[in-house]
């Protein structure tokens, strides 16, 4: 016997059985219930439980503190109820919403940016248009594997899309991208997806911080920012191991030459030999940058440990939780493991 959950923002009640969660149920009904990771580590489901008692799958600190739980909120997408209920999602600050869609691609153009960082360019051939926010993601299906979720690096009125796809040890898809995928290929993407895009009203002081491959949609963010004419200051932060891990710095140096409220950083954690660069962690550097961040809004990706320190030294700046918008880059097992345990 399943239980009637009132979703007061689309003015209609759902049936969730046991064991289902309040987010796939109402996006199986075609209800645009804000949602991004749908694992509980990306907050963007968080709602009000109005009345009504629900069991709570495994989530993350990030996406929902214990304080905001004894408050009364809840994670749509890990959320199962256990009587009748009534639940409103929060209001995102800024709501964008593009239609999903599933794109027939073919890549264009492969090129290696560092050791171990490929760029993937792709044609549009079907399925589109394609709109997007900076800052957002896809699930991208290269031969017959698995689809794993990919950000745009590109600006989102560009005609081609483009992804930066690291090689991980071990990794099924991104070795494919690595070794085997060749220019021609035909490519399935499947988006947009997330809510850690850029809020163009915003006007307050950005931090933009991109580690590894996580650079990819922060690259977005930052050239969007400026093609949008956003006026505030602009920190980006650029974090890589080693000296061969940084990609596109000229780019981003010529973009700082022509918008003065740029400011680039890039920091090596783990340099190999002398550097003239920032050398630490992530958010020991910011925490050495900034004293008081109210007002500012902090776009993040990449490794979650990186993004997750980083999150909590922006909160210790006086940065809110819902200005910090990231996206860690946890792999299909990680996510896998967290729901197990
Ligand atoms: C929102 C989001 C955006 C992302 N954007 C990007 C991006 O722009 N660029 C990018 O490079 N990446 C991005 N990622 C990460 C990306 O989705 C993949 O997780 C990554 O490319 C690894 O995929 P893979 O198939 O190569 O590795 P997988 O085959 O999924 O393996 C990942 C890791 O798990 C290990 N592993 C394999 N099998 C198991 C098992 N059974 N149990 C435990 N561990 C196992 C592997 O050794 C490897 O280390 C993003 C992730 C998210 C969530
Ligand atoms: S969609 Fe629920 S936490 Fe990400």
């Known amino acids: 016997m399943g239980f009637e959950v009132k979703l007061r923002q689309f003015d209609t009640t759902i049936t969730v059985e046991p064991g289902d969660t309040v987010l796939q149920v109402a996006l199986d009904q075609g209800l645009d219930y804000p949602c991004g990771c749908q694992s509980g580590n ?106 794993r979720d990919y950000s745009m690096a590109n600006l989102p009125d560009d005609s081609v899309l483009e992804f930066h796809i690291r090689a991980m040890d071990g990794g099924d898809v991104s070795h494919y991208v690595a070794d085997k995928l060749k220019v021609g290929d035909k490519v399935r993407v499947d988006g947009p997806y997330g809510v850690s895009y850029l809020r163009e009203a915003h006007r307050g002081p950005i931090v933009a911080v991109g580690g590894g491959s996580g650079l990819a949609p922060i690259k977005a963010i930052v050239e969007r920012a400026l093609q949008a004419g956003l006026p505030q200051e602009i920190k980006f932060y650029i974090g890589m191991r080693d000296e061969r891990d940084v990609y596109m710095e000229d780019a981003f140096k010529a973009l700082q030459a022509k918008h003065p409220n740029l400011k680039l950083e890039v920091v090596l954690s783990e340099p190999s030999g002398e550097t003239g660069r920032r050398t630490g962690f992530l958010c020991d550097v910011l925490k050495q940058d900034f004293t008081d961040l109210d007002g500012a809004k902090a776009y993040l990706a990449g490794p979650p440990i990186m993004v997750e320190t980083c999150v909590a030294a922006l909160e210790t700046l006086g940065a809110r939780r819902e200005d910090c918008h990231a996206d860690a880059f946890y792999s299909v097992h990680e996510l896998a493991e967290q729901e197990a345990s």
Request: proline residues 4%; contains cysteine; aromatic residues 6%.
């Open 42 to 147: 990306c907050g963007s489901c968080k709602s009000v439980l109005r009345s009504g008692d629900v069991d709570m799958a495994v989530y993350s600190e990030f996406a929902l503190s214990d304080d905001e739980k004894a408050s009364g909120l809840i994670l749509a997408c890990r959320a199962m109820p256990t009587s009748d209920c009534e639940i409103t999602y929060l209001e995102p600050d800024e709501v964008v919403s593009h239609p999903r869609r599933l794109l027939d691609c073919c890549v264009t153009e492969l090129t290696d940016l560092t050791h171990d960082i490929k760029r993937v360019r792709l044609s549009v051939d079907a399925g589109g248009p394609f709109s997007f926010s900076a800052g957002q993601y896809a699930k991208v299906s290269f031969g017959d594997l698995d689809a």
